[in-house]
């Protein structure tokens, strides 16, 4: 089977930084994807990872452990606009290359 | 700028109503596109994938009679409510991929469906 698990919910401060971690189970890995979603709105491509290590875009930073099962998305110098729901999603190869995701890690970010 | 279309964005209808929505890949050929479901304060659960020319797979669960999916060219992909109830309400979204096993999916904004 496949399973994804992600916190629920996290809240942190304006200029903060904040660590969102997965950790995931699959029969098969072809890369892990974090997206965003404000709500009501679809879900944004933030980052993609295949190899083991650190990609990092502006404030946002992702790591990958596949040996570990383990990613973790990194928010810093938090601002207002990243409240929103983060979701981590694997592809599996064994599932046809579909994207599974996570159940999503709702931030709040206060000021 | 937006790479996947989905439209309408927001339906509300009749009970009774079949409500199509149609998903496009607007610079590339996606010879997979996928079709979620999300309700409110959950995830994004998959209902079936996609493939040009050839007939969907449903996930477990999805009645195929249902939500009918059509893609029939690589840039276009339709799925089609069928005689919609009230608990087919839901945020409905389509996402897009090509062959190439790295890139990632990109989403259409997604269609909020409210069936009275």
């Known amino acids: 089977g496949q399973n994804i698990d992600q916190p629920t919910e996290m809240t942190a401060t304006e200029g903060a930084i904040v660590q969102i971690n997965c950790t995931y189970q699959?029969?098969?890995?072809?890369?892990l994807f974090w997206y965003q979603q404000h709500a009501g709105e679809a879900p944004t491509f933030l980052s993609y990872?295949?190899?083991?290590g650190l990609e990092e875009k502006g404030r946002f930073s992702s790591f990958l452990s596949r040996s570990k099962g383990y990613s973790y998305l990194l928010l810093k110098e938090l601002q207002m606009k990243d409240s929103a729901s983060y979701l981590c999603?694997?592809?599996?190869?064994?599932?046809?290359?579909?994207?599974?995701f996570g159940g999503g890690t709702r931030v709040l970010v206060k000021p | 700028g937006a790479v996947v279309s989905q439209h309408p964005s927001r339906v509300i209808c009749k009970s009774g109503t079949s409500v199509k929505i149609e998903c496009r890949s607007l610079?590339?050929?996606?010879?997979?596109m996928f079709w979620y479901r999300q309700f409110p304060k959950q995830s994004l659960m998959l209902m079936a994938t996609?493939?040009?020319?050839?007939?969907?797979?449903?996930e477990q669960g999805v009645e195929k009679d249902k939500f009918l999916i059509n893609h029939a060219s690589l840039t276009l992909s339709t799925l089609t409510v069928t005689s919609a109830h009230p608990e087919d309400s839901s945020f409905y979204i389509c996402?897009?991929?090509?062959?190439?096993?790295?890139?990632?999916?990109?989403f259409g904004d997604g269609t909020r469906l409210s069936i009275l």
């Open positions: 996402s897009a991929g090509t062959a190439l096993g790295n890139q990632p999916q990109h």
């Open positions: 699959t029969s098969g890995f072809n890369g």
């Open positions: 990872n295949v190899l083991d």
């Open positions: 999603a694997v592809r599996d190869p064994a599932a046809g290359n579909k994207l599974t």
């Open positions: 610079d590339f050929q996606a010879t997979t």
């Open positions: 996609s493939n040009e020319g050839s007939k969907a797979t449903y």
